[in-house]
């Protein structure tokens, strides 16, 4: 592969934008190949989850209803949390079971559900089409609240060489009702309905999109599952409890900052190229200076929310005192937070974590350069829900079926 444009030549802005768009499309006509199914029952009922508020007036437009009753229903779908028509009782008898006959409000199965000693909890999903994704539940340990760890794909098509999904090829996208679904599904095994208003504590009170999945190679059903669960009349989550983790898909980032405006994090790893470009191949296409420059051009960092870099740490391959103060030099001027995660071993893995002296040094050298340096102990470590454990047994078999969604 190579860089697109020489990294150390000054650029002008039009020329990044210029790059960008057509980088873009590039991105967005594969991820096309990789779409979803249509959400719908083997009966030909429509999956009203994933809709847009657009999307679900024009789909009751279809069955002859008013488009105002959109709002009726997102209310108890996404406030409420109901997935039975006959539930919603603000919804006449008949008009409950004409809905019945032409929708339905569904979750992803659940195939299993483990929970570790340190109260993480791993949710394996199936989807229609019996693909499977896995999400975790990280709940905080000092307070009742929690993270929502979502996939956005099932496989990756990076292969990042620690990390355990990068394992399994990418499969499909997630679309956007499996990807709320995870959120939704994982709140039911909590009892967390209705979404409460405001401030009012709750368990699953953040979101990272940091499961299986490269999210930014799949933008568009990202960005649509996001929008619905930021809506105020619904699960009304904050951009601000929303984070997204991408391993650097450059020309995508800026998007991302513009129509979302969640939480940045940066999966960087490395300091220099050379080695970046082993341990995150992507870095052959969007080098470092490429990936910082996106970083110093996201809107939520000029309004001081921090970006967060997750390094980890690699016994004898990026641990060094030398690296942390590259590190540094690399987010200087930046809001920024840097989240040291000892690397998780998996099977046929030949890396090993850091030691407990690497760790401490180079979170010493973060920090007394003013960073946060938190080390992220392992959560879920014995029940493979750690940062990297994800992996699913689905495989992109059937050759006719992915035909007719390359069509
Ligand atoms: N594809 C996106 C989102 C997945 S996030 C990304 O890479 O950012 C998963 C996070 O876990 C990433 O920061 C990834 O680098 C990290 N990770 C992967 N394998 C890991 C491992 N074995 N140990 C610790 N963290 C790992
Ligand atoms: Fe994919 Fe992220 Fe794993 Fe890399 S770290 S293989 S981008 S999921």
Redesign the pocket.
């Known amino acids: 592969m190579t860089h697109p444009m020489p990294s150390s030549a000054p650029v002008s802005s039009d020329a990044v934008n210029a790059l960008n768009e057509s980088e873009r499309k590039r991105i967005e006509a594969k991820s096309a190949l990789f779409a979803p199914p249509t959400p719908v029952t083997e009966d030909g009922r429509r999956e009203l989850v994933g809709l847009s508020r657009e999307e679900l007036a024009e789909v009751l437009t279809e069955i002859g209803e008013k488009p105002f009753r959109a709002k009726q229903l997102w209310h108890w779908i996404y406030h409420q949390g109901v997935t039975d028509f006959s539930r919603m009782s603000t919804i006449a008898r008949p008009l409950q079971a004409k809905l019945e006959k032409h929708f339905i409000v569904g979750r992803p199965s659940l195939t299993t559900q483990q929970t570790s000693k340190d109260d993480t909890r791993k949710f394996l999903f199936r989807f229609r089409d019996g693909q499977e994704a896995e999400t975790v539940y990280i709940p905080d340990r000092r307070e009742d609240r929690g993270a929502v760890c979502i996939s956005s794909q099932v496989g ?1 098509t ?3 060489t ?2 355990h ?2 394992t399994q090829k990418l499969v499909r996208n997630l679309g956007a009702a499996e990807i709320v679904g995870q959120f939704m599904a994982a709140r039911d095994s909590y009892g967390e309905w209705p979404s409460p208003k405001g401030d009012t504590p709750r368990l699953l009170s953040t979101i990272v999109l940091m499961g ?3 999210p930014l190679y799949n933008y568009e059903n990202v960005a649509k599952a996001m929008k619905i669960i930021m809506d105020g009349e619904g699960i009304a989550l904050s951009r601000r409890r929303i984070t997204l ?1 991408t ?1 650097g898909v450059v020309p995508m980032m800026d998007r991302c900052g513009d129509e979302l405006g969640i939480n940045l994090a940066i ?1 960087l790893h490395a300091v220099r190229n050379d080695l970046r470009d082993q341990l ?1 191949p ?1 870095n052959r296409k969007y080098p470092i200076e490429e990936l910082m420059a996106a970083c110093h051009r996201y809107p939520a960092a000029s309004n001081s929310r921090r970006i967060t870099f997750e390094y980890i740490m690699i016994r004898d391959v990026n641990d060094s005192d030398a690296e942390a103060r590259e590190l540094v030099r690399l987010i200087r001027g930046l809001p920024a937070k840097v989240n040291l995660i000892p690397f998780n071993p998996w099977p046929g893995s030949d890396f090993r974590p850091s030691t407990r002296e690497r760790l401490a040094s180079f979170a010493q050298i973060v920090m007394d350069a003013g960073y946060a340096a938190p080390i992220r102990m392992p959560r879920g470590k014995d029940i493979l829900a750690a940062c ?1 454990q994800l992996k699913t047994q689905s495989e992109r078999k059937r050759q006719a079926e992915s035909r007719r969604n390359e069509a």
């Open positions: 990756c990076l292969s990042c620690f990390c999904t990068g299986m999945g490269e983790s391993s999966s995150v992507l990297g």
